[in-house]
């Protein structure tokens, strides 16, 4: 249960590249020649930065080796390197450092966000985006169902769980690093066929590290149940029985200013 799950991650894969297709939409410059993908999974948003840019030498960075998997089935003129981020470095810089719902899994953004501008090449961009859900009905969910006397005493690995800062925090981080810094915010209200959809998509993500720390199946399980009650409460479904899942996604480009002439 804790290892990522493609199968799983990939139900939503429409909704889910989305917001890396808007990031790529956004990006300004290039060419960009030399691309990385960093948590590019399974290679959904690998695939993406391809159509693109299809002439670049494009290197796809995960930590998991079943999402690598499935990426290096997917598209064999990838370079992908299993690594994990927080102790990568890149023997070249790169024209775009990119990613796309990955770096919400890393610690310390105060360190790793400068680290990774370090890798841009001069004229080139790094662009991010991650979820940014602070307060939603789903994290309430989880946050009330993990304070009950039965579940209060198991708690994820540290450091496993999903944390982003606010916006302004990686405005300061950047803006006296690149020459351009651009900030937005999008909150998605992704159709879904019912409130289970809401769970499942929540299982394959940010409850992961949660579930994991449960002891065995019988334990998540009925854990789930109760999340399921609770979910189907906070996202009442539509007369059709669907359900409007609202989802914000927090995203950042800084461009590096280019060398004179
Ligand atoms: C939500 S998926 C996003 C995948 C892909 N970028 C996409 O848009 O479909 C997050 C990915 O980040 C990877 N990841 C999380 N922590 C990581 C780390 N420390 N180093 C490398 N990859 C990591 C996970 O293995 C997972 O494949």
Same mark, same amino acid.
């Given at each position: ?19 890396? *297709?808007?990031? @790529? ?7 960009? *020649? ?13 695939? +993406? ?8 030498? $494009?290197? #796809? &960075? ?15 003129? @990838? ?14 810089? %790169?024209?775009? $450092? ?11 953004? !105060?360190?790793? %966000? ?5 890798? @841009? !090449? ?44 606010? /916006?302004? %925090? ?7 690093? /690149? ?14 066929? #019912? ?22 199946? /019988?334990?998540?399980?009925? %854990?789930?149940?109760?999340? !399921? ?10 007369? #059709?029985?669907? &359900?409007?899942?609202?989802? &914000?996604?927090?995203? +950042? ?9």
């Amino acid at each position: 249960m804790a290892a990522w799950d493609p199968a799983r991650y990939l139900q939503f894969e429409r909704e889910r590249t989305l917001p890396c *297709r808007d990031l @790529v939409a956004r990006l300004e410059g290039g060419p960009y *020649r030399r691309i990385v993908d960093l948590g590019c999974g399974t290679g959904t948003s690998t695939a +993406v930065l391809r159509a693109r840019w299809p002439d670049a030498a $494009v290197t #796809g &960075v995960d930590s998991s080796a079943p999402m690598l998997e499935r990426a290096r089935a997917s598209d064999p003129a @990838v370079r992908w390197i299993e690594a994990d981020l927080r102790r990568w470095t890149p023997d070249a810089p %790169f024209d775009l $450092v990119f990613s796309n719902a990955a770096l919400q899994w890393l610690p310390d953004h !105060a360190t790793l %966000f400068p680290r990774l501008f370090e890798a @841009v !090449a001069p004229g080139g961009a790094f662009a991010a985006q991650m979820p940014a859900n602070d307060g939603a009905p789903y994290l309430r969910a989880m946050a009330r169902l993990r304070a009950r006397p039965e579940w209060r005493r198991y708690r994820p690995e540290a450091g496993s769980e999903i944390g982003i800062e606010s /916006a302004e %925090f990686y405005y300061d981080l950047l803006a006296p690093r /690149a020459q351009r810094v651009e900030l937005w915010e999008t909150r998605y209200l992704h159709d879904l066929p #019912g409130p289970d959809a809401i769970v499942a998509w929540t299982t394959g993500t940010g409850l992961r590290p949660w579930l994991a720390s449960l002891p065995d199946d /019988a334990h998540r399980e009925r %854990f789930l149940g109760q999340y !399921a009650a609770e979910i189907a409460r906070r996202y009442p479904s539509s007369a #059709g029985g669907r &359900v409007l899942f609202p989802f &914000v996604r927090r995203f +950042v480009i800084a461009y590096r200013a280019a060398p004179p002439p």
